[in-house]
Every structure is written in C-alpha cells, then in structure tokens.
C-alpha cells in the first residue's frame, strides 16, 4: 500500500464508525503494523500512543470491531473504518466516544434510532417483565405485523390533518413497531440501507 502518509511518529489517524447507522464511534491511532492487521484479519487492530504497543480493539472486553470496509481521506491521512460493533465503543461503556455534546442542543437523529433498535433487540433476546415490547415478541410475528398496520393507517389519518405534532406522535409509533417488526424477521437497518443504496445507484 503507497502513498500513506504517517507522521513523524508513524502514525495515522483512524476513525471508526457504524457500518449500519454511520455514528461515529471512536477515532485513535494505526501505525503501519496496526493497519497491515487490520486488513488482513478483518478486525480492527490500533496503536496505543500511552502504552506504546499494538492493540486490537476489544481484545480484553470483548468488544471487537469488525470491518466492513475501509477508505482513506483525499490527503491519505486518515482512515475511515466503517465497523460492525459489538457491544460499546468507549471504554466508559457507551456506545460512542462522542457523548458529550458541545451545546445542550439534542442533535440525536439517526443515531437514537439505531439505539432504539438495539434496545428492541436486546428487549426480545433478554425479555423484561412488563415491557410493552417483550409483549409484542412474546405474541409473535401475526401480532406484531398487525400492530404496524393499525400504526401506518393512523400515519395515513393524521396526515390528513393540519397538525404536525399528531402526525409526529404517530409517526413514532408508526416507526418503533417497524423496528420490532424488522427484528421479528431478522431485518437489520443495515439490510434496508443495502437495498436502498442498490437501487440508488442503479439510477
């Protein structure tokens, strides 16, 4: 590989975001070892500055980074990984290391509903008593599907009113039993973006 421009250390920046949502999980540093073991096993390897030796993520916690692709910046010095994530990011046990909001806007948007959707995962493989969507799991696919279709005709009513809160409210709706129905069926985010990239660039 050529033309990589390490710094006066040796190092280069590498970010690592979800494949499937495109959060930014994390951003640390590959030598040139990092990167050769990276690519050649698939898992994303870095380069600890503080310990001065080479790592691979989630090698003690277990939450490892498979990559699904990878791609330099025009300027050849940064790496973008684009992973499959298990478990958290952070060493603090957050998803993301980018928690802490600059302002104390809510810039939540797509990433929340990656979050969400993980939260309903986790809610049909590890069922809590008196949750409305273990309820749903629990009643199967027939239940869940109809769910959604009462949902999407209540989309379809509110539209026809002038009230963007009530559409809103419903749209919610409409949306969180999508993801349960998705889940139902073993249909990821991922999956739905694949399609839609497909058939975007077959325009």
Not at 9 to 14: D, K, S, V, Y
Request: charged residues 30%.
């Amino acid at each position: 590989m050529e033309n990589i421009k390490f710094d006066a250390n040796g190092l280069i920046c590498a970010i690592a975001q979800d494949s499937e949502t495109g959060e930014v999980l994390m951003q640390a540093y590959m030598n040139a070892e990092a990167l050769e073991k990276t690519l050649s096993t698939g898992y994303a390897h870095y380069y600890s500055r503080s310990r001065q030796k080479l790592w691979k993520k989630g090698e003690e916690s277990g939450h490892v980074q498979k990559v699904i692709a990878a791609s330099f910046d025009c300027d050849r010095d940064c790496l973008l990984l684009q992973v499959r994530q298990t478990g958290a990011a952070c060493h603090t046990g957050n998803r993301s290391c980018f928690f802490t909001p600059v302002t104390e806007s809510d810039l939540g948007g797509l990433p929340f509903v990656a979050e969400l959707a993980r939260v309903v995962e986790d809610r049909k493989n590890n069922p809590v008593e008196g949750s409305y969507t273990a309820y749903l799991f629990s009643r199967g696919v027939d239940k869940i599907a109809k769910k959604f279709g009462e949902e999407a005709v209540e989309v379809v009513i509110a539209s026809k009113n002038d009230d963007k809160g009530e559409l809103t409210h419903e749209l919610s709706d409409l949306i969180y039993h999508l993801l349960v129905l998705m889940q139902a069926k073993g249909v990821s985010i991922e999956d739905v973006c694949t399609e839609l990239k497909r058939r975007h660039h077959k325009k």
